[in-house]
């Protein structure tokens, strides 16, 4: 079992930016892929950007060029900074780990979150 710890959530005026990070109890190099997803009040959760083992990003369109994520492997955290926030940048923001265990057989590990609110 893994345990994802987000921090870095917080009350922050649009245009500013917070730097949320997720800490992983065990190496996070066995995950294929961690990302980091939102959900809004009376949404479905959505992903805001996401980082391969082998470093590659993908980002949501609404976030893109704004948000930047990033993983340093020697900490076991993974991080997002979050520039130029916008209202509806308002969430619950979770951190999520996808790979496979010691048997191949594939392994999800989310967070609990960590409440991001933009005020305008």
């Known amino acids: 079992q893994v345990q994802l710890v987000e921090s870095g959530g917080d009350v922050v005026q649009a245009g500013g930016s917070l730097r949320l990070s997720c800490a992983a109890s065990?190496?996070?190099?066995?995950?294929?892929?961690m990302g980091w997803y939102r959900q809004a009040p009376g949404k479905q959760r959505e992903l805001v950007a996401h980082i391969t083992r082998g470093g590659s990003t993908n980002y949501a369109d609404s976030v893109k060029g704004r948000f930047t994520i990033s993983r340093d492997n020697a900490k076991n955290t993974v991080y997002l900074q979050m520039n130029s926030l916008k209202p509806e940048d308002t969430a619950v923001y979770y951190c999520n780990a996808e790979g496979y265990n010691s048997v191949s057989n594939p392994v999800d590990y989310w967070g609990q979150g960590t409440q991001v609110t933009v005020s305008s």
């Open positions: 065990r190496s996070i190099s066995i995950f294929n892929v």
